[in-house]
């Protein structure tokens, strides 16, 4: 078993400060993967999503290993309302995602909801292939 961690970053430099920083605080062996972050938010969300995190996972060579990651922008607090969410539910909540209006400087609109519990299906597909329901089944 590889006991390096395996750190992704998701559209941010990791200087060599923060390399060591991380090596010394946590993990004596750490491999880092720097990964493009770039999404076209007029375009569906959930395919780009995914090619970005497959391909990131498969250039890390994670296989079932949870790695350590850095999340796009500053995101953090968001992703632990969402984790505390489904520990307390046992789900995923749904996502709105909203956009902004021209018509006032704090007016916002429904763009779209994103089902978080049919991402990580997506991503139990790809995990797990041979148990995923045939399309058009």
């Known amino acids: 078993m590889n006991s390096r ?4 970053s998701f559209g941010h430099r990791i200087p ?3 390399r060591e920083q991380f090596t010394k605080k ?3 062996e750490a491999d880092f993967f720097e990964v493009r972050f770039n999404l076209i938010m007029t375009k569906e969300l959930k395919p780009q999503v995914n090619k970005l995190v497959m391909d990131a996972l498969i250039l890390a060579d994670v296989g079932t290993q949870a790695p350590f990651i850095i999340l796009p922008g500053v995101n953090v607090a968001s ?7 489904h520990g307390l539910t046992g789900r995923f909540p749904f ?3 909203l956009t902004k209006t021209h018509d006032f400087p704090y007016s916002w609109r429904l ?4 089902d978080l519990d049919a991402v990580r299906s997506l991503g139990r597909d790809h995990r797990f292939p041979k148990f ?3 399309k058009g089944v």
């Open 5 to 8: 961690v395996k750190v992704i």
């Open 16 to 18: 060599s400060e923060l």
């Open 26 to 28: 946590y993990f004596s």
């Open 79 to 85: 992703v632990m309302v969402v984790s505390l969410i």
């Open 95 to 97: 996502i709105i995602e």
């Open 111 to 114: 763009k779209e909801v994103h």
């Open 132 to 134: 995923s329901p045939k």
